[in-house]
């Protein structure tokens, strides 16, 4: 009996365990098929189904609203599967957002804030003389990047732009990989703007002169502005030495710098496009308008030949490919694709270790 009793539970387990795999796996794979086209009743009971697959609730009034912008959406993503494009886009959980709400409360707005700080600064690029650059890399694969984080509706994509590269760097030369604090960058960086915005070679600035900057665990993400809390400073952190802005216009420089470790770079990733990217190599459309800011963690080709970046976002897993876009590389101009040359720069790490100087972080940020 007792024999059976166990069979019994196994079982049960494993129908469980089945059907969270599969509830996952629609989660992951939400899809539409011609005949939610079809009609208008169709088109709501689509729309009813994403709504239960994300959760969303909207009260009447606002419900009709949204349906409207799903339609739309709806439609746009279709036109452009329907196209000999080398990607694809997905209904995702950002479908009944138009791309001005979805852009308003994401953007960085890093070409507004380098009109307001002035021309890019001038530095050493200390990868200028790499040579033999390996066909492919991938940062991801050498255990130097964390997972995929969502920023929210907080404009706060220069803070995990610089966290990416500081992560990078550090595990390259600890060789121990460790999950920073956006927040404190959000909270403590005065030169930048929290939510509304900022520059990421300003936040390379501040980690340097605060003395490193601490962990995810140790500060997390809440994306709000909150007010810089001091006895988080003290806790673990890693430290850099600087960085450097990769010359701008100039994919060669960037492949130079991407094969020695990641890199925070800008992009215009405000059209519908880029919302609902899904799959495959990037082409555009877009400008150079920098609105965000996201970071190259490797280069590749398809096998078709065809060159891209490895562009890590902070959207969530669940937008692009697993949080990643590829986007193509080597484009005939050259400020690069959606502008991604402009803005590119690194964190300087000198020590294979993280010793901090002598005085407490919390006085430095406090002076």
């Not at 009944?96 to 307001?116: A, C, G, P, Q, W």
């Not at 500060?219 to 850099?240: F, H, M, Q, T």
């Not at 701008?248 to 925070?264: F, I, T």
């Amino acid at each position: 009996m007792v024999l059976k009793s166990m069979d019994m539970d196994i079982r049960k387990l494993i129908l469980v365990l089945f059907l969270l795999a599969l509830v996952f796996g629609v989660a992951e794979s939400f899809d539409y098929h011609e005949s939610d086209l079809a009609s208008e009743e169709s088109l709501w009971d689509l729309y009813e189904r994403w709504r239960s697959q994300h959760t969303v609730s909207r009260d009447l009034e606002e419900k009709q609203k949204r349906f409207n912008v799903f339609k739309e959406n709806l439609k746009h993503i279709h036109k452009v599967n329907q196209m000999d494009k080398p990607y694809k886009l997905k209904l995702n959980k950002y479908a009944d957002m138009t791309n001005h709400e979805f852009m308003s409360t994401r953007s960085s707005k890093v070409s507004h804030y380098r009109m307001l700080h002035g021309p890019r600064q001038m530095t050493d690029f200390r990868h200028d003389k790499t040579d033999n650059l390996p066909p492919s890399i991938d940062w991801r694969t050498k255990g130097a990047v964390t997972g995929i984080k969502d920023q929210g509706k907080c404009g706060s994509c220069w803070a995990f732009s610089t966290v990416v590269a500081v992560e990078g760097i550090n595990k390259i030369k600890t060789r121990e990989l460790v999950t920073l604090s956006e927040q404190e960058l959000v909270d403590c960086d005065k030169e930048n703007q929290g939510c509304e915005g900022g520059l990421m070679e300003q936040a390379f600035q501040f980690i340097k002169q605060s003395d490193g900057i601490t962990t995810e665990n140790y500060y997390p993400y809440r994306a709000k502005d909150e007010s810089c809390d001091s006895s988080k400073l003290n806790g673990p952190v890693v430290i850099i030495d600087g960085y450097e802005m990769v010359p701008e216009k100039d994919e060669k420089a960037l492949m130079k710098a991407v094969a020695n470790q990641p890199v925070s770079i800008a992009i215009d990733a405000g059209g519908t496009d880029f919302q609902f990217y899904s799959e495959g190599v990037f082409i555009g459309d877009c400008g150079t308008e920098l609105n965000h800011g996201v970071a190259v963690v490797g280069y590749g080709a398809t096998l078709d030949g065809t060159k891209y970046w490895i562009v890590k976002n902070s959207w969530g897993e669940d937008w692009g490919e697993k949080g990643y876009i590829r986007m193509k590389r080597d484009v005939d101009a050259e400020e690069g694709l959606c502008g991604l040359t402009l803005e590119a720069s690194y964190p300087v790490k000198l020590q294979s270790n993280n010793n901090r100087k002598s005085s407490p972080r919390s006085k430095a940020k406090d002076e």
